[in-house]
C-alpha cells in the first residue's frame, strides 16, 4: 500500500488524489540531484542588508564539498528558463478574502514570468490535486486559479512532495513557492520522509506561512533547498512577498562543479562562501551524489 501511494503522488495526475483509509505512504522516491557527468549545480543567494548583491563572478566564491575546495563555474542564471510551481494550501481555513489575496498574488507571479519560463499549480486540502503541469501557456493556470474553492483538511507534506516531484529532472532552475495558513492535519509522508526528497531535488523552495507559525518542518525543509520560510501577518501581504520571492531567486548565482577529491556517493555536505566581508550567502547545505558506476 505504501509504494502504491507514493506512486500516486509522484505521478502527473488531473484529478485529486484522494486519502484511501487507513493508508499510510511508502519512503519517497528520490528526487534526480545528480553529481555524475553534468556536475553539480547550486543556486546561491548573496545579499547585503537583506537586498541581493549583483555583479559577482565565480572568482568572488568559495565552494568546499565535504570540506575539499572544488573549481567552480558560474552561468548565466538569465540563460536558463524558470520553472514556477504554485503549491497552494485550499483547505477550508482559507475561504474569503485569504482566498482573494493568494489568487491575486498567484496572478501577479505569473505577471512577473518570461516568454521561455513555465508555470505550474498544485493544490492540497485532505487532498493533493496536480491541476496544472508545467505549462508555457501560462493562461491554463490562471483559469485554474479562478476554480478554486476552499474545504478540507490540510495534507501539506503531501502537497510539497508532490511539488519536488512536478519538477523533478525539468530543465532550466525550479522554484517552489509553498503557501499555507496552518499545520499539517492529512498527510501520509512524514516530515523526515519529504525533507529527504527536498535534499535529493534541485529545486528551491520557499513556504508562504500566514498567521503565525506553531511547531513546523517547514524551516528545516526550506532550509535544505537553499530556500527560506517568510511568516506574514496578513494575507493582505502575499503579493508583495511573492513578488519578493521570484526577484530574489531571479538574482540567484548558479555555480556548478565537478565534485573532485571527494567520494562519489551518499550525502556531501557543501560550504560556499564569498571572498567579501558583510555579505550573506544563503545555499543548499548539502546534496546527494550517485555511487560511481
Same mark, same amino acid.
Given at each position: 500500500?505504501?509504494?502504491?501511494?507514493?506512486?500516486?503522488?509522484?505521478?502527473?495526475?488531473?484529478?485529486?488524489?484522494?486519502?484511501?483509509?487507513?493508508?499510510?505512504?511508502?519512503?519517497? @522516491?528520490?528526487?534526480?540531484?545528480?553529481?555524475?557527468?553534468?556536475?553539480?549545480?547550486?543556486?546561491?543567494?548573496?545579499?547585503?542588508?537583506?537586498?541581493?548583491?549583483?555583479?559577482?563572478?565565480?572568482?568572488?566564491?568559495?565552494?568546499?564539498?565535504?570540506?575539499?575546495? @572544488?573549481?567552480?563555474?558560474?552561468?548565466?542564471?538569465?540563460?536558463?528558463?524558470?520553472?514556477?510551481?504554485?503549491?497552494?494550501?485550499?483547505?477550508?481555513?482559507?475561504?474569503?478574502?485569504?482566498?482573494?489575496?493568494?489568487?491575486?498574488?498567484?496572478?501577479?507571479?505569473?505577471?512577473?514570468?518570461?516568454?521561455?519560463?513555465?508555470?505550474?499549480?498544485?493544490?492540497?486540502?485532505?487532498?493533493?490535486?496536480?491541476?496544472?503541469?508545467?505549462?508555457?501557456?501560462?493562461?491554463?493556470?490562471?483559469?485554474?486559479?479562478?476554480?478554486?474553492?476552499?474545504?478540507?483538511?490540510?495534507?501539506?507534506?503531501?502537497? &510539497?512532495?508532490?511539488?519536488?516531484?512536478?519538477?523533478?529532472?525539468?530543465?532550466?532552475?525550479?522554484?517552489?513557492?509553498?503557501?499555507?495558513?496552518?499545520?499539517?492535519?492529512?498527510?501520509?509522508?512524514?516530515?523526515?520522509?519529504?525533507?529527504?526528497?527536498?535534499?535529493?531535488?534541485?529545486?528551491?523552495?520557499?513556504?508562504?506561512?500566514?498567521?503565525?507559525?506553531?511547531?513546523?518542518?517547514?524551516?528545516?525543509?526550506?532550509?535544505?533547498?537553499?530556500?527560506?520560510?517568510?511568516?506574514?501577518?496578513?494575507?493582505?501581504?502575499?503579493?508583495?512577498?511573492?513578488?519578493? &520571492?521570484?526577484?530574489?531567486?531571479?538574482?540567484?548565482?548558479?555555480?556548478?562543479?565537478?565534485?573532485?577529491?571527494?567520494?562519489?556517493?551518499?550525502?556531501?555536505?557543501?560550504?560556499?562562501?564569498?571572498?567579501?566581508?558583510?555579505?550573506?550567502? @544563503?545555499?543548499?547545505?548539502?546534496? &546527494?551524489?550517485?555511487?560511481?558506476?
Amino acid at each position: 500500500m505504501r509504494a502504491s501511494v507514493l506512486a500516486v503522488l509522484a505521478a502527473a495526475a488531473t484529478g485529486p488524489i484522494l486519502r484511501p483509509a487507513g493508508a499510510r505512504a511508502a519512503g519517497p @522516491q528520490a528526487a534526480a540531484f545528480s553529481s555524475r557527468v553534468v556536475g553539480v549545480r547550486v543556486d546561491v543567494l548573496v545579499t547585503e542588508r537583506r537586498n541581493p548583491v549583483v555583479g559577482l563572478t565565480a572568482a568572488d566564491f568559495e565552494l568546499r564539498d565535504n570540506g575539499v575546495a @572544488q573549481t567552480i563555474g558560474l552561468l548565466e542564471s538569465s540563460d536558463l528558463s524558470l520553472n514556477a510551481v504554485l503549491a497552494l494550501d485550499v483547505s477550508a481555513s482559507t475561504s474569503g478574502t485569504r482566498l482573494t489575496d493568494l489568487v491575486t498574488a498567484s496572478h501577479a507571479l505569473l505577471d512577473g514570468l518570461r516568454a521561455a519560463d513555465r508555470a505550474a499549480l498544485i493544490t492540497f486540502n485532505q487532498a493533493v490535486s496536480p491541476r496544472v503541469p508545467l505549462s508555457t501557456d501560462l493562461g491554463l493556470v490562471r483559469a485554474a486559479l479562478a476554480s478554486l474553492a476552499p474545504s478540507g483538511e490540510t495534507a501539506l507534506m503531501d502537497g &510539497i512532495y508532490t511539488a519536488l516531484m512536478s519538477a523533478q529532472s525539468q530543465p532550466g532552475r525550479s522554484l517552489v513557492i509553498v503557501y499555507t495558513d496552518g499545520g499539517d492535519t492529512a498527510s501520509w509522508l512524514r516530515p523526515d520522509e519529504v525533507l529527504e526528497s527536498a535534499r535529493r531535488s534541485s529545486a528551491v523552495v520557499y513556504a508562504v506561512v500566514v498567521g503565525g507559525l506553531r511547531r513546523s518542518p517547514l524551516k528545516e525543509l526550506t532550509d535544505a533547498t537553499g530556500g527560506d520560510l517568510l511568516v506574514v501577518d496578513s494575507s493582505t501581504d502575499l503579493g508583495g512577498v511573492f513578488g519578493r &520571492i521570484l526577484a530574489g531567486f531571479r538574482s540567484r548565482y548558479v555555480l556548478t562543479f565537478t565534485p573532485t577529491g571527494v567520494a562519489a556517493g551518499g550525502l556531501h555536505r557543501l560550504d560556499v562562501h564569498v571572498r567579501r566581508s558583510g555579505l550573506t550567502v @544563503q545555499a543548499r547545505p548539502s546534496y &546527494i551524489g550517485e555511487p560511481a558506476s
